[in-house]
């Protein structure tokens, strides 16, 4: 059975850190590129990060371009998502999600739709 598996999330003050990892279960990552989205209360999901399966090409939202790093390591078939000086608005469910790119080692995308997700990590950032 395929899984993704999400860890790392908690309550955090503005300006802290945590690092997410996404660990997958019954299937290798070596052929997937990964996404990173998040769901406020009362909001849309939203694309944060994603990283091609080369680990070569990463998009980030424009909102946490220069604050959060997305990172893999396909020998521990886990992704990372570095998460520097977090602001309240950065609250929401963090959720990693899986699309096979087999033939296209350099393809990430946030806005095409990703095959397999997790369950989410709840990230909450307050004073």
């Known amino acids: 059975q395929l899984q993704l598996v999400e860890s790392g999330g908690g309550l955090v003050q503005p300006g802290g850190s945590l690092r997410l990892s996404c660990a997958a279960s019954?299937?290798?990552?070596?052929?997937?590129?990964i996404g990173w989205f998040r769901q406020a209360p009362g909001k849309e999901r939203e694309g944060v990060s994603c990283?091609?399966?080369?680990?070569?090409?990463?998009n980030y939202a424009g909102s946490v371009e220069g604050r959060f790093t997305i990172s893999r390591d396909n020998a521990k078939n886990t992704v990372y998502l570095q998460m520097n000086s977090l602001k309240p608005e950065d609250t929401a469910v963090y959720y990693c999600?899986?699309?096979?790119?087999?033939?296209?080692?350099?393809?990430?995308?946030?806005?095409?739709?990703?095959?397999?997700w997790g369950q989410g990590t709840q990230v909450t950032v307050s004073s």
């Open positions: 990283i091609s399966r080369s680990g070569g090409s990463t």
């Open positions: 999600a899986a699309k096979e790119r087999r033939y296209a080692r350099n393809w990430c995308d946030l806005l095409a739709p990703f095959n397999y």
């Open positions: 019954g299937f290798t990552l070596d052929y997937y590129a």
